[in-house]
């Protein structure tokens, strides 16, 4: 059970992570994957601080991460593993990272998105990763918290969206 | 004169801020902030904006969770090696102190006594 939450935030690692998914799934780590965090020393130390001691933290390229959840020493740990933008996460399913369902936890507002769902923005290449995401077989679960409002994501509502854009 | 500027969740900073006014009277180069609804580019635009309102005298930022998205994108619009006090934690003896010493204290002791008052603030004051 090497990946026990796939999520996509934009926030990255903050408290709905640190505290409510981690208290709910108990993480041994939390993988960050993020090309530009992970050639930044300074950003990795910003970001890693926000991890409470009793998680592990690793952060790493998106190439990287998928190196990491191949390795055999850390497929009996519990990992929550984190991108910024959905198509970073269709990036790792693409190169071969063992996930299953999807959460898309932080979409916010910001240039050339519109809302789907409430707090819930979009762009095209979103709609696209996440259609191609749904094509490979994952589920795709927009929560932002544990015990929150959930929607399943399906093909008809990102087609709605993509001709209302 | 040293200006601040409140970043938290929700409308902690905000209510924060009205209480302290209510004790203290208007303020001025005290600036309020939420993360809600906002990406991390737009908060970090919105506090590097404050930034460059804020006078040449130092900057202070306080936020309310050390380990929220509040804390990290202080960090990241403030910079490596910047001279902006962040300290989290805040509450109303942190602000109080802020408005209260922030003319008569030097602005490198002054991170460290609001630390040092907003502590001093929690403790159990009933039960057993």
Partial sequence: MPVVLARVDDRLIHGQVTV??????????????NNAIAGDPWQCRVYGSSVPPHIQVTILSLSGAVLHLSQSEYL??????????????MELARMG?????????GLHFGPGKQEMLSQFYVDQADLSACAR???????????MVPGGHKTVINQAQLSEMEDRM | M?????????????????VVEMILGPTEGLEVLSNHGKSVPDL????????????PDGAVIMIDDCGGSCATTAQLACGDGSPVAILSGVNLAMLLGFVTWREATPFEELGRKL??????????????
Avoid: Y
């Avoid at chain 2, 970090?44 to 006078?55: K, V």
């Fill in chain 2, 44 to 55: 970090q635009a919105d506090i590097l904006g404050w930034l460059e309102r804020s006078g």
């Fill in chain 1, 20 to 33: 409510g998914w981690s208290q709910q799934l108990n993480p041994d780590r939390i993988l960050l994957a």
């Fill in chain 1, 133 to 143: 995401l749904l094509t490979a077989g994952h589920k795709l679960i927009a929560q």
């Fill in chain 2, 2 to 18: 040293i200006s601040a500027l409140v970043i938290t969740h929700g409308d902690i900073g905000q209510e924060l801020v009205k």
């Fill in chain 1, 76 to 89: 009996t740990e519990k990992t929550l593993l984190l991108t910024a933008t959905v198509p970073e996460m």
């Fill in chain 2, 115 to 128: 630390v040092q008052k907003s502590r001093e603030a929690i403790i159990q004051i009933g039960g057993h």
């Fill in chain 1, 97 to 105: 990272a063992p996930l299953s369902d999807i959460n898309l936890g």
